[in-house]
């Protein structure tokens, strides 16, 4: 069997080949285009393992007014589909954001203020039935609280090291980055990442890097750019995390940067944006990894 991440180097060499020919007109993120972006909000993607599979937040397809979540595909010209409304995890009254696809497809986490959870929003997941998906259930462990649960993120071979965001008692501020690991096969309970990370402002979306010793994370500084910006964090010899630093202007805008992802390769860096040149009020850009990973 062919290893996915080149069965989607394939999908992206062409814009890998034009950017080794003509890197200056790559060293700014580029728009996904239409129709993944529309004139609403499309944002906080994540891929399927072989990059044919994008799950993202949407607003505004089919003829619906709230938020949900949205599927595409790419066809056999590598375009994307029209985006169509998960139905299954997207509610027709209650509000659905930040999709979360595990490695093997069979796990699809949001957020969601439905209710039959434990706070005012929470972390829910749906089980992959070989045809479609199951009505999300309330996730276990120590990640949902009576607070706001949300924006998680799962790193190591296992999954065995979650990172999510929470206004649970016991942070530096509103939203704040915690995490757990699997011990034994249980989640042990929730540890808040410290001050380097959170502050009395807010902090959300902390998405691990291929090894899991740095986290890009988005949040509203006053040394920002403007609106959200999105920062990283590096994990020290001691396990210690470092303080935010800024990813520059290379991703970040007077406008709001946010809820960062990668390619299944790990080769591009994904995010949503309110900058100008897009197609709506918050759009799908991306960037190669090499820019930023050094930073």
């Not at 997207?90 to 949001?110: A, K, M, W």
């Amino acid at each position: 069997m062919t290893d996915p991440k080149y069965l989607f180097f394939r999908v992206i060499n062409f814009t890998l080949f034009y950017a080794l020919l003509m890197p200056a007109a790559f060293s700014q993120p580029i728009n996904m285009g239409t129709p993944l972006n529309s004139n609403e909000i499309d944002a906080e993607p994540t891929f399927s393992v072989d990059g044919k599979t994008v799950y993202i937040n949407c607003v505004g397809r089919e003829g619906r007014t709230g938020s949900d979540i949205c599927v595409s595909y790419l066809d056999s010209n590598n375009v994307w589909t029209d985006p169509s409304v998960v139905k299954e995890v997207s509610s027709d009254v209650y509000s659905d954001f930040e999709p979360l696809l595990s490695p093997d497809g069979n796990q699809l986490y949001i957020m969601s203020d439905r209710p039959g959870g434990k706070g005012s929003m929470d972390i829910w997941v749906s089980d992959w039935m070989g045809s479609a998906w199951a009505e999300p259930r309330n996730l276990e462990g120590p990640f949902n609280t009576p607070y706001m649960d949300h924006c998680i993120y799962f790193t190591g071979e296992n999954w065995d090291k979650a990172y999510w965001t929470s206004t649970r008692p016991g942070g530096f501020g509103a939203n704040d980055i915690w995490s757990s690991e699997k011990v034994n096969g249980v989640w042990q309970d929730a540890v808040n990442l410290g001050p380097n990370v959170n502050s009395a402002l807010d902090e959300h979306h902390s998405l691990p890097s291929q090894d899991g010793k740095s986290l890009y994370i988005t949040a509203l500084r006053a040394d920002g750019y403007g609106g959200e910006d999105i920062y990283v964090s590096r994990q020290d010899s001691n396990g210690n995390w470092t303080e935010l630093v800024n990813l520059g202007p290379e991703v970040n805008t007077e406008t709001s940067d946010r809820c960062p992802a990668f390619s299944p390769d790990f080769s591009l860096f994904y995010f949503d944006s309110e900058r100008s040149g897009g197609h709506g009020e918050k759009d799908l850009w991306y960037i190669p990894y090499d820019k930023i990973k050094d930073i």
